[in-house]
């Protein structure tokens, strides 16, 4: 018996995307989505101008990668199918044979190696075609996302037991309607309020053709819940700046996912704001109706927030959350000094039991928590191997929380690292570093395990650590 011994059967593993690891992003008859095609526009906007032609290559080394998954210990991993690859033409609907054999033998191939498969269907990659329709913006897309997703189920779901509808899709809100980190990057809040909907809806709508279709798994979503602190808990506008920004960032995706509805303090904010998205009385009942079986659980870090030192006058279209609360820079708060971002690993336990306590207990995993770190290459020592004793101890203080959560009767399943090989990350492209695995792109992508790696192997094996 280890000190922090985790459930039998608890799934440790790691998470990944299509998009940020396949590569060949244009070839065997793959369609642009809209990174590839932003990077084409804009390469300066990517870090040091590193694009989506420059991935970990998985399409290519998914046999390696899955034995190196298998020598760090998983018995689960996610990724997500690239939809721009599965149906390069949406308009027809035609799918990719070479697409279908090369998630087929993913699938297969992690079966054969006992690691479970969790497929994801959108991580942030928007078929361009669909872009070009309006993306989120465009009801007819959400019927094209449902097509896809039954196309995914069909063709997979005799194997893939664990499906997700989104991974974080505040992200696309974010990135795309407010801050300028995806396409089509417009400031647009009216507009981002109408997507973040139709990507509630999407959900709800793949959720209940996957229950109708009876194939025996579950279906989710995964959500990037990040617990949010107000600067003094007995300050009634530090109190109520924070619940605005929770309801705004974290309940707005999570109560319709788990409870079927919107939360009324968001839904009055945003009628105040003039911001109603486009809804029909049928469209809220599919949502009503189609919650989630399982929630994934991104973390990384918490958000600190104080009230509105001088509120903003009410400007239409182009406000923005921050018009209404402040950024609480917290004296002392530990940072992760390779990235930039505050470790508050109680985060972790708040999340998992804000669960427990104001939404049923709902069945959840871990399927993001990780530490980017930039210029890694510092920490090899003379056997060539990285030496990431912070990551280590970033993820041993994180399960520390999550432990306590389970012995607290949370419903927590699974712990899933965000990553396993370095990834490509969007903008960022290779700036941080996450994976247990260090990729090397001047040798094609070669792969080493990072000392975490092999600690990531024992921690599964023993299934705890003390
Ligand atoms: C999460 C996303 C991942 C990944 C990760 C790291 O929010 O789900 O796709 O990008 O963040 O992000 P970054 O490289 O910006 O540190």
Redesign the pocket.
């Known amino acids: 018996m280890m000190n922090y011994q985790f459930p039998k059967g608890f799934w440790w593993g790691s998470a990944a995307?299509g998009p940020?690891t396949e590569g060949v992003f244009d070839g065997d008859g793959k369609a642009q989505n809209i990174w590839d095609f932003w990077y084409e526009e804009k390469p300066e906007k990517f870090f040091n101008e590193v694009g989506p032609d420059k991935t970990s290559r998985f399409y290519k080394k998914y046999q390696e990668d899955i034995q190196l998954m298998k020598e760090t210990g998983h018995n689960s991993f996610r990724t997500s199918i690239q939809w721009s690859r599965l149906i390069p033409n949406p308009e027809t609907g035609a799918v990719n044979p070479k697409a279908v054999d090369f998630y087929n033998d993913v699938i297969d191939g992690l079966l054969a190696n006992g690691i479970e498969p969790f497929f994801n269907l959108y991580?942030?990659d928007m078929p361009m075609t669909m872009q070009e329709k309006g993306g989120w913006l465009n009801k007819e897309v959400v019927d094209q996302y449902v097509y896809y997703a039954k196309t995914c189920f069909e063709l997979f779901g005799d194997r893939v037991k664990k499906w997700f509808t989104h991974?974080?899709p505040i992200?696309p809100v974010e990135g795309g309607y407010l801050y300028g980190w995806h396409y089509p990057d417009e400031v647009n809040l009216k507009h981002g309020v109408q997507v973040a909907y139709h990507e509630a809806l999407a959900s709800a709508k793949a959720i209940e053709v996957y229950h109708g279709m009876h194939l025996d798994g579950e279906i989710g979503i995964v959500l990037?819940l990040t617990p949010t602190y107000p600067r003094n808990e007995q300050n009634e506008a530090d109190v109520k700046a924070a619940r605005l920004v929770d309801g705004l960032f974290n309940r707005s995706f999570l109560d319709p996912a788990v409870k079927g509805y919107f939360p009324a303090d968001i839904i009055n904010w945003v009628k105040e704001n003039d911001l109603m998205p486009i809804t029909t009385p049928e469209e809220l009942k599919i949502i009503a109706e189609n919650t989630v079986d399982l929630l994934g659980v991104?973390y990384?870090q918490p958000r600190r927030v104080k009230s509105k030192e001088t509120p903003i006058e009410n400007t239409g279209n182009s406000i923005l959350p921050e018009d209404f609360y402040d950024v609480y820079d917290m004296p002392g708060k530990k940072m992760n000094p390779y990235?930039g971002w505050e470790i508050y690993e109680k985060g972790i336990y708040d999340t998992l039991m804000n669960l427990k306590e104001n939404y049923g207990n709902v069945r959840c995993y871990i399927s993001?928590n990780g530490m980017?770190v930039e210029g890694e290459e510092r920490f090899v020592n003379e056997t060539g191997m990285i030496e990431d004793d912070y990551r280590i101890e970033f993820v041993t203080d994180h399960l520390k929380w999550v432990h306590q959560a389970i012995q607290e009767g949370s419903n927590v399943q699974g712990y899933h690292m965000?990553t396993c090989m370095d990834n490509w990350?969007?903008l960022?492209a290779y700036?941080?570093r996450?994976g247990f695995i260090a990729v090397d792109l001047e040798q094609e992508g070669k792969r080493t395990i990072k000392k975490s790696g092999y600690w990531f192997n024992e921690l599964t094996k023993n299934n705890g650590f003390d």
Request: neutral net charge; charged residues 20%; aromatic residues 24%.
């Open positions: 995307s940020q991580h942030f991974n974080e992200v990037n991104n990384y990235r993001e980017g965000w990350s969007w960022n700036k941080n996450y």
